[in-house]
T-cell receptor, first 114, second 112 residues
Framework: AAGVIQSPRHLIKEKRETATLKCYPI?????VYWYQQGPGQDPQFLIS???????DKGSIPDRFSAQQFSDYHSELNMSSLELGDSALYFC?????????????FGPGTRLTVT | KQEVTQIPAALSVPEGENLVLNCSFT??????LQWFRQDPGKGLTSLLL?????REQTSGRLNASLDKSSGRSTLYIAASQPGDSATYLC???????????FGKGTKLSVKP
């Protein structure tokens, strides 16, 4: 079965640079969620999209922005990177028409800011 | 604001033991609760999902229970194996389209 795809899997950037993380949800899933997991921390919700519209916002810094495109893939854009942005970034997708609307997680993108 | 707490933070047991991981949440108005496994530096593997109307779910050696009114869930692992060593995360969802709110996890080590 198709799973959530995230790219790249690893990314190394320097301070003040920008980064773009991509997420390809499971086919026919209409909702995408982004989470950030810092070293030794639990995943924290950043932002979500339903049918290409932002549906909820969590602890996402103003330096970050995200969108969902017409093909339902989503991109998380991160600017003016800081050392503290180093983390594992997860994308999850779900379908509102599926039983329990379960979230399925991608493998994550590990971002290292040096 | 919903808060999820997991106890203990770390647990070390000998192989073969049965064990229980605990999860508590402050607001009982949840949609569902999910247990995940995470290996070091890796992604999240969903183990069990319990809807708010359910009391328990089972998968192999794993059994998760939910007592929504008291804000508690337990993950029971039978006959633990070294391969079970990982961090186990509990997460609650407050609405059908809501995000997940995670606990800080229990780091399990099963010694041969």
């Amino acid at each position: 079965a198709a799973g959530v795809i995230q790219s790249p899997r690893h990314l190394i950037k320097e301070k003040r640079e920008t980064a773009t993380l991509k997420c390809y949800p499971i086919p026919r899933h209409d909702t995408v969620y982004w989470y950030q997991q810092g070293p030794g921390q639990d995943p924290q919700f950043l932002i979500s999209f339903y049918e290409k519209m932002q549906s909820d916002k969590g602890s996402i810094p103003d330096r970050f922005s995200a969108q969902q495109f017409s093909d339902y893939h989503s991109e998380l854009n991160m600017s003016s990177l800081e050392l503290g942005d180093s983390a594992l970034y997860f994308c999850a997708s779900s379908s509102t028409i599926n039983l329990f609307n379960k979230q399925y997680f991608g493998p994550g993108t590990r971002l290292t800011v040096t | 604001k919903q808060e999820v707490t997991q106890i203990p933070a770390a647990l070390s047991v000998p192989e073969g033991e049965n064990l229980v991981l605990n999860c508590s949440f402050t607001d009982s108005a949840i949609y569902n609760l999910q247990w995940f496994r995470q290996d070091p530096g890796k992604g999240l593997t969903s183990l069990l999902l319990i809807q708010s109307s359910q009391r328990e779910q089972t998968s192999g050696r794993l059994n998760a229970s939910l007592d929504k009114s008291s804000g508690r869930s337990t993950l029971y692992i039978a006959a633990s194996q070294p391969g079970d060593s990982a961090t186990y995360l509990c997460a609650v969802r407050e609405g059908s389209q809501g995000n997940l709110i995670f606990g800080k996890g229990t780091k399990l080590s099963v010694k041969p």
